[in-house]
Every structure is written in C-alpha cells, then in structure tokens.
C-alpha cells in the first residue's frame, strides 16, 4: 500500500514538472529579411509569446560577425536596460518593447552598407525557458544616373576584327546593378560578331560600379543604328531600371551612286549670286574624292561643297560631279543643269532733256533681260508713271527735275536696275516768293536772306539796296528747277530793303525784302516784357487807389471842419447877385419831398442853407 502511494505520488510530481516545463517555455518569431536604403533608419521587429510577465524576462539583441561568432549589442531585464559600448551600433540603436502585444523592436538609425548584417532576438524567462530568431537586415543604395560614350572615330565594314563601339558606366551602388546593351530597342547577345566585357569595382564606400564595354563586326546598317544601355538594380521590394542616352556610330562603306545639287539659292540664279554647291554619294568611304567640272573648269570640293562667287550668265550650263575611290581607283558621277538669269543696265533714251514751258516730252527706258521685266519712274521719291515710255504733256517748272528709271524682275527679289533723266523747263525766272518778306531785327544784327529763283537756263542773281547799291552774294547753289541764292546783311539804325534780281534769256523777276530796324531795348521778347511789366503796373494801380484813398479823406475831414471851399458857416443867399461859384442846382428825390442844393463844386449844401 506505501509502496503503491509513493509510485503515484512520484507520477504526480513527474506530471507536475512536466506542465510545468511545457508552460514556461518562450517562444519567438521574426521575419526572414529587413530591407531599407542607405541612411534611412531600419526597424527589425522580434514577436514573443510567454506565460511569464515581462519582468520574469531577459532580452537580448546580437548580431552576427562575418566570422559567424555573435556580438551582443542590448541587454535587457526587470532591473535595466544596456545598451553595450564599443559596437558599431552603440549610438545608433534603440528597443522599443510592448508586452501587451510580445513585440520587441531594434530600431537602427542612418543604416550604412556595413550594417548588411543578420541580427539575432533571445528571449529567455527565469525558469530557463529560451528562444531565439533571426533576421537578415538587406540594405540598398540607388547607383548614379548611368553614362555612355561612343568612339568618335569611324569604323569601316571592311575591318576584320570586331570593333569596339562604346562604353557605359553605372557608379555608386549596392548591390551591384547589371548592364545589358541594346541596338535598335533590341538586346545584344555574346557571339561571333557581339562581345562585352564586363568590369566591376568596388569603392571605398562599399558600393559597387560597373562598366560594360561592346565590341562588334560592324555592317552597314549600323550607320542608322542607335546602341544605349540599361541598367537594372535592387531596392526594397523591387527591382528598377534605367537607361543611358542613345549614340550612333560613323559607318564607313562605299559609294555606288553619286548626287549633285544646288544647295543655294534656292530657286531662280540670278547675275552677282553666290552657288553652293553640293556633291554626296551614296557611301561614305574616307578614301573618295571628289570633283567638280564645268565645260573646261574644275573645282574641288571641301565637306562635300563648293562655292561658286559672283556668278555671270557665261556659267550657265551642265555640272558634273565626279567621285574617285583611292582604293580601287573607281570612279562614278553625277550631274546638274544651271541656268543663271541675267538684267543688263537701264539704257534710258535721252538722258538729257530742255523743253520750253508748254511743250510735251517723251523719254524711252529698257533693259534686257532673260526673264519678265517692271519698268516704273520716279521722281522725289514718288511714282510718276509705269510702263518703258515716260510722256508729259505741257511742261512746266514743276516738270523740271531728276527722273529714275527702274527695271525690275518680279520673280527674283533684289534684281533690279535703274538710270536717270535730267530734264529742263526752259523759260523767265520766277522767284518762290517765302512766307514772310517784311522782318523786324535789332540793330547791328546779321540776317541772312534766301531767294528761290525757278527758271532755265540757271538765272542769274543780284542784290540790291533801295539805292541801287550791288550787295556781294553769300552762297548761290543750283537746284532741279533753278537756283537758290543767299545774301547775309547787316541790320543798321535805318529801315532796310534789299531786292532779289533774277534774269535770265527769257525774262526777269524781282523780290522785294523789308527789315525794320528796332532798338535792342525793344528787342526784349514780348512775353518777358509782358511777364515784368505786368507787376509793376498792378503795384502803380494798388499804390495809386490807397494815395486817392487817403487824399479823399483828408479833403473830407478838412470840408466838415470848413477849412476848404471858403466855407465859414452858413452862407448868404439874399444877395441880388449870384458868382459863378454860388451857382445852384435844385435836385429833387422820389422818395423826399426836401430838395438838395448843389454847388457848382459838387458841395451838398445843408437844408439851412436852402
């Protein structure tokens, strides 16, 4: 019976520690990977479930050498918080721990590509229940914008080796990006004729850069063929790509047809322009060379052009372009017409005319030319007539001038030509007369007078005084339609008249100038003797009322006390005789009955007096 007791009693115990054991033990899960970008702060997050309360439990964080040993970086229980010295993550990392939820959280700040690291979580409870997870923290850095770079020589479809076409370039970043070339939006594969050569280096900064180069057998298709790059690199949750900017490349292969043209003008040639030409084959083969000939000429070109200067009508005619390769000694060709216009000088017919007042003129104008000409004349600037004949009916002076014929070509801009005719109204002078013939001017001043005289042949003029005095002639200048004659005099004490005489075969005319002499205190303008005199004038007025008012007023006062008009009380008016002083004017008012005497001065005389 004891011994039965003691069996199950011991089960009991067994059983006991066992739950026990199964109850206390902890258990932790994380995730596989962390993925964040160089500097930005990474969370690696450890899930825990345990019976015990937080208190009964130890946490610690580790991470793993590239040796596989374990660095602890925190520790952590009922009684404290460490966060372990001389680690790489010493002052960047913090916990964060939530019991309600079994969640412990190491928080790493400005991740660097060092940190790449796989992290370790144990939790461990006091009844020596322990679990642990792990986590791979993966961090990534975009690398730079990639570069490409062509050669810049030619490459011809004769070479026998694979050439080398260009190289691309991604700098900076983790982990290594790929480059994989295209042509044409196509990738190009290793081959016979594709090889690329890969190259890796690592920076100081742990980062990678990649560059790529591609050599191939060249056809002539490649001339139009664009090759970049495209590069793809890691992030967190992806892959990116980029691409490089496209290049071409300089084909060489032969011509087997040759092109010429006038590359300017365009449209119509005329006399005086300048041709470019321009020779192309087909090819592009550095070892060709090319000419150009006309009739017995020969112009060699440079850049595929040639430049013909000043052209003339002489250089019409076929061009050949001729193309020589240097290798085989071959040669091809080909050709234009070109046809340069032409517009000879304006003959105009007279060039010199004199025809008297009322007679008619006629003038002829022509030039020759290859295309359609426009004839038109102009006189001053205005347009007087279109067609080659100029006619004018019943001349006059104002018919007398300078005519311009121009000849212009409608279809081509710039070609024009142009000659002129002179032509003479004979007849007497006749003197425009100015606006203004009588003139006021100061003493001793000088004035110059102008005489329009109209008339052909050229009047003659002279001046003179009033008395027949000649006066010397300042300047006298020939116009369109007679002459213009200038006389300077001076201005003395005495009214002066000075006379235009025109003469000529025809006739003669005469102007008359007057110059009144004025003082130079008069001369003053007008508008300053008006500005200074009008003030004192107001002041002499406003000085004058005061002094009469004042005068007024003491006649006044002197009159009421009879001091003035002889008065010395009440006068006398029985006297048989009245002077002439006592004459007196019975006035009478509507609206008094009384009657006021006056005196012969204007006195009011008081009733007494009456």
């Known amino acids: 019976m004891d011994v039965r007791l003691s069996a199950s009693l011991l089960a009991g115990i067994v059983l006991l520690f066992h739950g026990f054991t199964a109850w206390a033990m902890v258990e932790v899960s994380m995730e596989d990977r962390v993925e964040v970008f160089k500097g930005d702060t990474a969370q690696i997050t450890c899930m825990f479930t345990s019976d015990d309360g937080i208190g009964a439990l130890t946490i610690q964080w580790f991470y793993v050498l590239r040796t596989g040993e374990k660095q602890k970086i925190y520790y952590q229980d009922a009684t404290m918080?460490?966060?372990?010295?001389?680690?790489?993550?010493?002052?960047?990392?913090?916990?964060?721990?939530?019991?309600?939820?079994?969640?412990?959280?190491?928080?790493?700040?400005?991740?660097?590509?060092?940190?790449?690291?796989?992290?370790i979580c144990l939790v461990k409870s006091l009844t020596d229940g322990v679990s642990e997870g792990r986590t791979r923290l993966l961090v990534?850095?975009?690398?730079?914008?990639?570069?490409?770079?062509?050669?810049?020589?030619?490459?011809?479809?004769?070479?026998?080796?694979l050439s080398k076409i260009g190289s691309c370039e991604v700098k900076n970043g983790f982990p290594k990006p790929n480059i994989?070339?295209?042509r044409n939006n196509a990738p190009l594969r290793v081959s016979d004729v594709v090889k690329v050569m890969p190259s890796t280096t690592t920076e100081s900064s742990g980062l990678f850069s990649v560059s790529s180069e591609l050599s191939l057998k060249v056809t002539k298709e490649d001339k139009d063929a664009q090759f970049y790059c495209e590069v793809?690199?890691?992030?967190?949750?992806?892959?990116?790509?980029?691409?490089?900017?496209?290049?071409?490349?300089?084909?060489?292969?032969?011509?087997t047809a040759v092109h010429v043209w006038v590359e300017s003008p365009k449209g119509k040639i005329k006399e005086g322009d300048s041709i470019t030409f321009n020779c192309h084959g087909n090819g592009n083969s550095p070892s060709s060379v090319y000419v150009i000939r006309h009739e017995d000429n020969e112009y060699g070109l440079e850049s595929n052009m040639v430049v013909l200067k000043n052209v003339t009508r002489l250089q019409s005619g076929l061009y050949e372009c001729i193309s020589t390769d240097m290798e085989t000694f071959e040669d091809l060709s080909g050709n234009t017409t070109v046809f340069v216009n032409y517009l000879d000088h304006a003959v105009v017919l007279p060039t010199n005319m004199e025809v008297a007042q009322g007679e008619e003129l006629t003038a002829t104008c022509n030039a020759l030319s290859s295309l359609q000409t426009h004839t038109a004349w102009f006189k001053d600037g205005?347009?007087?007539?279109?067609?080659?004949?100029?006619?004018?009916?019943?001349?006059?002076?104002?018919?007398?001038?300078?005519?311009?014929?121009v000849v212009t070509v409608p279809e081509i801009d710039g070609m024009e030509t142009m000659a002129n005719l002179r032509v003479h109204v004979k007849g007497a002078p006749k003197i425009i007369k100015p606006e203004q013939t009588d003139l006021e001017e100061s003493v001793a001043n000088m004035v110059d007078l102008t005489c329009h005289v109209r008339g052909f042949p050229a009047p003659s003029v002279i001046w003179t005084t009033r008395d027949g005095k000649v006066l010397e002639t300042t300047s006298q200048t020939e116009t369109e339609d007679g002459v213009q004659s200038v006389v300077s005099v001076e201005v003395t004490s005495e009214d002066l008249t000075a006379f235009c005489n025109a003469s000529n075969e025809y006739g003669a005319d005469a102007l008359a100038f007057n110059i009144k002499a004025i003082q130079a205190a008069t001369a003053i303008p007008?508008?300053?003797?008006?500005?200074?005199?009008?003030?004192?004038?107001?002041?002499?007025?406003?000085?004058?009322?005061?002094?009469?008012?004042?005068?007024?007023?003491v006649l006044y006062f002197l009159y009421k006390k009879g001091k003035i008009c002889g008065r010395s009380g009440k006068q006398d008016l029985t006297k048989e005789k009245s002077s002439k002083d006592n004459i007196v004017v019975e006035m009478k008012s509507d609206n008094t009955e009384d009657a006021i005497l006056l005196g012969v001065n204007g006195e009011k005389l008081p009733p007494s007096n009456q």
């Open 526 to 553: 007008p508008k300053k003797i008006r500005k200074e005199s009008s003030g004192v004038i107001i002041a002499v007025i406003i000085i004058c009322i005061l002094l009469l008012a004042i005068l007024g007023s």
């Open 140 to 161: 990534f850095e975009r690398p730079d914008f990639p570069t490409i770079e062509g050669v810049q020589t030619g490459i011809s479809v004769h070479e026998d080796t």
């Open 180 to 182: 994989t070339w295209y």
């Open 382 to 405: 205005r347009e007087v007539l279109v067609g080659h004949t100029l006619t004018m009916k019943d001349a006059t002076f104002d018919t007398a001038g300078t005519y311009k014929c």
């Open 81 to 119: 918080q460490v966060v372990d010295r001389g680690t790489p993550f010493t002052d960047r990392i913090m916990v964060n721990v939530t019991a309600a939820t079994g969640e412990v959280v190491l928080t790493i700040a400005d991740v660097q590509i060092k940190d790449q690291l796989e992290f």
């Open 232 to 255: 793809t690199y890691l992030v967190p949750g992806g892959t990116r790509m980029t691409e490089t900017s496209r290049i071409n490349i300089t084909v060489y292969y032969p011509s």
